[in-house]
C-alpha cells in the first residue's frame, strides 16, 4: 500500500443474499472498484444460530474471501458483524469493515425524538451490538430493539412481497412501537431487510424515517481506501458473486432485486461448508 492505487477487489460476505443490499451501495460510490462477494448460502439463516457457529462460519467465509486477494473486506453481515467482526480483523492481512457501526451512525444522525427502533436477527439482538453502537454514537438515545427471525427465510425464497411478509412485519413493528410508540427512526438492522423497504414503511408510515448501513458502510469503505491510498485508477472494474449453496437458487432471488447488475453467480467450495 502507499503507491496510490490498489487494483485487487473490495470482498463482501454475508450469510445469503442480503448483503446484496450493500454491495449495490458499494458499487454506486465506488465505480471504478471490482467486488467480490460471497453469500454463505448452504449455511443461511446464521440469525439463530448459536454465536460459535456464526464465528467459525464467518471465519471460513472470510479465509475464502481472502484467498480472492481482496483488499479490503465488508462483513455486510450484522449477525456476523455482531459475532464475529473481532475475530475476522484478528484473522485478517488487510482491513475489515463491518455494518454495525455503520447502521448505528445512521440511525443517530436521523432520530430528532432520540428514541430509535432496532429491527435484526435474534442473534444481533442478543449480542446487544447495538444499543452499545448507538450508544457511543450519541449516549441520549433510547433504543429499543425487536428480533424478526422470520424475515431471512422469507426473503432467501424470494418472497418479498404478498400477505404473508405484510402479516409478520405488522406483527414485528406493531410490536416494537407498541414497547415504544415514540420511535421516530427505525433501522434495518440486518442486509436483508431493505429488501422489504416498501412493506416496512407502508407499516410504520411516514411519521418514522426507515434508514439502514448501506449508504454509511460504503462511505466508510470509500474513506478508508482513500486514507489508504489504496482505489483503483485502472476503472476496468470486475464484479464477481459467489454462494456456498445452490446457485439457481440464489441466483434466482438475487436476480429479481438486482437484474442486469448481478454477473453469473459461481458456486464457492469454502472449507467446512
Ligand atoms: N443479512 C444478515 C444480517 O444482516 C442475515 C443474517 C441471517 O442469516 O440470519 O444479519
Redesign the pocket.
Known amino acids: 500500500m502507499g503507491t496510490g492505487s490498489d487494483e485487487r477487489p473490495i470482498g463482501l460476505f454475508?450469510?445469503?443474499v442480503?448483503?446484496l443490499t450493500v454491495l449495490s451501495e458499494v458499487r454506486r460510490r465506488l465505480p471504478a472498484e471490482a467486488t467480490v462477494y460471497l453469500g454463505?448460502g448452504a449455511r443461511?439463516?446464521?440469525?439463530?444460530?448459536p454465536a460459535d457457529d456464526v464465528r467459525r462460519f464467518t471465519l471460513e467465509c472470510a479465509d475464502w474471501l481472502l484467498a480472492q486477494d481482496v483488499k479490503l473486506l465488508i462483513l455486510?453481515?450484522?449477525?456476523?458483524?455482531?459475532q464475529a467482526l473481532p475475530q475476522v480483523r484478528d484473522r485478517s492481512p488487510v482491513p475489515v469493515l463491518g455494518?454495525v457501526r455503520p447502521g448505528a451512525v445512521s440511525a443517530a444522525a436521523s432520530t430528532r425524538a432520540g428514541h430509535v427502533g432496532v429491527i435484526?436477527?435474534?442473534?444481533?439482538v442478543a449480542s446487544g451490538a447495538y444499543p452499545a453502537a448507538i450508544g457511543e454514537a450519541d449516549a441520549r438515545l433510547i433504543v429499543t430493539q425487536q428480533a424478526c427471525?422470520e424475515l431471512?427465510p422469507l426473503v432467501?425464497a424470494g418472497e418479498m412481497s404478498g400477505p404473508r411478509a405484510e402479516g409478520l412485519l405488522h406483527g414485528y413493528l406493531g410490536e416494537l412501537l407498541a414497547a415504544d410508540p415514540d420511535i421516530d427512526t427505525l433501522l434495518l438492522?440486518?442486509?436483508?431487510?431493505p429488501l422489504l423497504r416498501p412493506l416496512i414503511e407502508a407499516e410504520v408510515g411516514p411519521g418514522v424515517a426507515v434508514v439502514d448501513s448501506a449508504f454509511t458502510a460504503a462511505l466508510a469503505a470509500e474513506d478508508l481506501l482513500e486514507a489508504l491510498r489504496a482505489r483503483s485508477s485502472s476503472g476496468s472494474s470486475r464484479h464477481r458473486v459467489a454462494t456456498t449453496g445452490p446457485v439457481e437458487a440464489f441466483s434466482a432471488v438475487a436476480g429479481r432485486v438486482f437484474g442486469a447488475e448481478l454477473p453469473a453467480v459461481e458456486r464457492a467450495a469454502v472449507e467446512g461448508v
Open positions: 454475508d450469510s445469503g442480503g448483503g454463505d443461511t439463516p446464521y440469525g439463530p444460530r455486510a453481515c450484522n449477525t456476523a458483524t455482531s455494518v435484526a436477527t435474534a442473534g444481533t427471525p431471512v432467501e438492522g440486518c442486509t436483508h431487510y
